[in-house]
Structure formats: C-alpha cells, structure tokens
C-alpha cells in the first residue's frame, strides 16, 4: 500500500501542476483581431478547459484515495465493500472499486 500511496502522491503533483498550467495559459492568451482566429482559439479554449476538468476529476479520485488510506480502509470496494485486487490498484490506484463492480 505504500507504494500505492507514493503512487497516488505524485499523480497528485503532476495533476495539481497541469491545472495550473491551464489556468496560466488560459489567462494570458491575447485575443486577434481576425474572427477565422478568434474561432481557433475558442476552440483551443474549449479543449483547454475540457483537459482541466478531466484533471480536476481524476485529482478528487486522488484525494479521496489518499483520505481513504489516511481513515484504512484503502483496497475495499465501496460498492461490495470486498477487497480490491493489488494488480487492479497497482493498475489504477485511486479506484474506489472492484474488478466486478466497477462502473
């Protein structure tokens, strides 16, 4: 489990540093002049912020997995509530569930 924890630290760095990459590049583009451009970058926008969200979900995984090593019950599905397998949280380490009832 340490190693999971480890694990789920540094996802948790690299995840915290890309949001705020996003939010610096979101926040210093200037806008152009020509509309066909302005389009572009609403679109490079959109995708931005579609990679921010998606990081910011993964990060809460991360944290309610660190809370749940903190509180001992890490590795317990929280459907079954039976054991979750090391190869799946070596795989996927801030899973909340097991193999079978995995959404």
Known sequence: MNNNKEQLLVL???LNNRIVKIDKDLHSRLTSAKFSEQVVEHQNDDVLLNLKNEAQKELEQINHALL???RDVY????????AISTERLDAIPFTAYCK????
């Open 12 to 14: 948790q760095k690299e």
């Open 75 to 82: 590795g317990t599905c929280e459907k079954c509530y039976s």
């Open 68 to 70: 749940k090593i903190e």
């Open 100 to 103: 079978n009832c995995a959404p």
